[in-house]
């Protein structure tokens, strides 16, 4: 009898030897040391690891923030390191959505310019644009408050607004940098349970940078970066966390 073999998972970021040199006062300092990292869709990945370990270097790298000094980046098989400023640009606008730690919203604009605002940048025609606007609004829990404007907001509605604005044109991947990192413990939580929501609802891929230990609770893997260097991936289930440990590295 013929045994059923399991659906093949496919990548949707692969890092290939990736390397990457700052050069200060006439040194070279390299804070990637050859990063190998897969990322499957519709994972939730956190990357861990003490301050200047090298994880917010390995997050813009992915995110096409920045260009490694050597190595590859793929995000769904093509690599980024030949794109075109242009091509970049393009990528970046349709298959990945940001969330900072510090909201990044435009403070002039109310939270459903700036959910619409990427929309502008895809070419999507107005009205569509402004009805996914509606739509991600409603979806993160502030559809009454779409004419509000950042400073009339909470830091936990900010950061939800800065969610909804990340998924406008539907990407691919969200990249999360320390997304709790402004919020207090009850806020943060509540963020984090919404990107869990999001990640299986959407199906959308998540990579947060990130020292909250929360995190680790709904991370399918986590990844610990150390020296620039993948110290171990760790799934979910086999994590064994001394707290009081990692805490103090981070002090």
């Not at 040391?33 to 861990?48: A, F, N, P, R, V």
């Not at 590859?72 to 393009?90: G, K």
């Not at 459903?112 to 605002?117: F, G, I, S």
């Not at 959407?202 to 893997?221: N, Y």
Request: aromatic fraction near 6%; proline fraction near 4%.
């Amino acid at each position: 009898m013929a045994t059923a073999t399991a659906p093949k998972r496919e990548y949707v970021v692969r890092t290939k030897d990736l390397i990457k040199e700052f050069t200060m006062g006439g040194q070279t300092l390299q804070a990637l040391k050859g990063i190998q990292l897969d990322i499957y869709k519709g994972e939730y990945i956190s990357i861990m690891g003490p301050s200047g370990s090298g994880k917010s270097t390995l997050f813009n790298m992915v995110g096409g923030l920045d260009k490694p000094s050597s190595g590859s980046v793929f995000i769904n098989d093509v690599d980024m390191a030949q794109l075109d400023a242009q091509e970049l640009a393009y990528l970046r606008c349709r298959t990945i959505g940001y969330i900072f730690q510090s909201f990044n919203l435009i403070p002039v604009m109310t939270a459903l310019e700036n959910v619409v605002l990427p929309t502008v940048f895809a070419g999507t025609p107005q009205d569509e644009g402004i009805e996914r606007g509606m739509e991600l609004l409603r979806l993160v829990g502030l559809g009454e408050r779409f004419h509000h404007k950042p400073t009339e907001l909470s830091g936990g509605q900010q950061q939800r607004v800065a969610i909804a604005r990340s998924l406008a044109n539907n990407p691919a991947i969200i990249l999360a940098d320390e997304p709790t990192g402004n919020l207090d413990l009850k806020t943060g939580k509540e963020i984090i349970a919404l990107l869990r929501k999001l990640n299986r609802e959407q199906g959308v891929t998540i990579i947060s940078a990130t020292h909250d230990l929360k995190m680790l609770d709904i991370s399918d893997r986590i990844v610990w970066i150390r020296d620039g260097r993948v110290e171990r991936i760790e799934e979910r289930a086999d994590v064994q966390l001394k707290v009081g440990e990692m805490e103090s590295e981070d002090e």
